[in-house]
């Protein structure tokens, strides 16, 4: 079993609908939880960063930690075309290294 | 542009044949990470380092795999005897330290080295 496990899509969406991007994870000692974009042929893109349960908003973007049922989303409002790209997860212990999901391909239609 | 740089960004080589990449973090960044992504995959963890030192290795890294860190700036990574299954994009990524929770939380990726192995 992967530690960080994602549904890898694709997602597709009208414009402006909101999206939800998910991730569950096995290891309870996670304790920091991250979101990239990666848009094809390009290195990852830190979008947001949680510590623990509990909800970050920035801008379009809203990010959830649920650790009880060891379960992140990701929450985009008013979806645009240039959101399209691949949704990682990520998350990790304290000190060590980080742990990504496959990531979630979105596609969203103008 | 003061983001973390890869060089090359394509390589195409001839299995058996050794390549080396290079990776230039975030000045002041002291943690450095190298990983492995194929297409459908997230980024692979192979290995870190706090300034120059080495902290872990992925198991997936074989004897085939080496990285370095000389100077706790930038860092290379090797791979020997290359074969059509180390065919991916080896990304790096430079982390700071962030003193209010005392850890390395935010990574900063660099565009990545696409490596084609025929």
């Known amino acids: 079993q992967k530690e960080v496990e994602q549904d890898p899509g694709p997602l597709s969406v009208p414009e402006g609908a909101i999206v939800s991007l998910n991730c569950t994870y096995s290891?309870?000692?996670?304790?920091?939880f991250m979101w990239y974009r990666q848009y094809s042929r390009k290195g990852p893109e830190l979008l947001m960063y949680?510590?623990?349960?509990g909800n970050k908003e920035d801008g379009r973007f809203t990010a959830q930690v649920d650790k009880s049922s060891k379960y992140i989303s990701l929450f985009i409002r008013d979806s645009q075309p240039s959101d399209s790209a691949t949704y990682l997860c990520?998350?990790?212990?304290?000190?060590?290294?980080?742990?990504f999901g496959s990531g979630t391909k979105l596609n969203v239609k103008p | 542009d003061t983001g973390v740089s890869q060089d090359p960004r394509h390589k195409i080589t001839k299995r058996g044949q050794n390549v080396t990449f290079r990776c230039d973090p975030i000045?002041?960044?002291?943690?450095l990470y190298w990983y492995r992504q194929t297409l459908g995959q997230g980024p692979e963890f192979l290995t870190y380092?706090?300034?120059?030192?080495?902290?872990?290795k992925s198991r997936l890294l074989s004897d085939r795999f080496s990285a370095e860190r000389p100077k706790g700036s930038f860092s290379t990574l090797e791979i020997q005897r290359t074969e059509q299954g180390d065919s991916a994009m080896y990304l790096c990524?430079?982390?700071?330290?962030?003193?209010?929770?005392?850890?390395?939380?935010?990574?900063?990726f660099g565009p990545g080295t696409r490596l084609t192995v025929l």
């Open positions: 990524a430079s982390s700071p330290y962030t003193s209010r929770t005392g850890t390395y939380n935010e990574q900063f």
């Open positions: 290891n309870s000692a996670f304790q920091y």
């Open positions: 949680t510590y623990s349960s």
């Open positions: 990520a998350m990790k212990r304290n000190f060590n290294k980080f742990y």
């Open positions: 000045s002041e960044h002291n943690r």
């Open positions: 380092f706090q300034n120059e030192a080495q902290l872990e």
